[in-house]
C-alpha cells in the first residue's frame, strides 16, 4: 500500500509528528501508517479537499498546508499524510 519512499520519508521525518519515535524500521512504519490509516495523495489540491473535509482551511495557503505537521512531501508532487 505504501511504497518504499512514503516509509523512508515518515521514518526520517516522524520526529515532526512524534515526541518519540513511533517506528524503527521500514517494516514498523508500514504497519503504523496502515494502523493509522495514513493517507497518500497525488496533488495539493488532493491535500486541500482532505482538510476541507476535515476543517476550516479557507484562509490557509497550499505552502501552509505542506507545513501541516501531519503532512510529508513526497516526491512527483505527492504527499503522505499521518494522522496523528
Known amino acids: 500500500m505504501y511504497d518504499k519512499e512514503c516509509l523512508e520519508v515518515?521514518?526520517?521525518?516522524?520526529?515532526?509528528l512524534?515526541?518519540?519515535p513511533?517506528?524503527?524500521?521500514l517494516q514498523e512504519a508500514e504497519e503504523f501508517l496502515?494502523?493509522?490509516m495514513a493517507e497518500v495523495f497525488d496533488s495539493i489540491d488532493e491535500v486541500r479537499q482532505y482538510f476541507r473535509d476535515n476543517m476550516d482551511i479557507s484562509?490557509?495557503?497550499d505552502e501552509?498546508?505542506?507545513?501541516?505537521?501531519?503532512?510529508?512531501?513526497?516526491?512527483?508532487?505527492?504527499?503522505?499524510?499521518v494522522e496523528g
Do not use: H, P, W
Request: some cysteine; hydrophobic content about 35%; charged content about 35%.
Open 18 to 20: 512524534f515526541d518519540e
Open 22 to 25: 513511533v517506528a524503527e524500521n
Open 34 to 36: 496502515s494502523d493509522c
Open 59 to 61: 484562509d490557509i495557503s
Open 64 to 81: 501552509e498546508l505542506t507545513e501541516q505537521l501531519e503532512v510529508f512531501k513526497l516526491s512527483k508532487g505527492r504527499y503522505l499524510i
Open 10 to 16: 515518515f521514518l526520517r521525518e516522524q520526529g515532526k
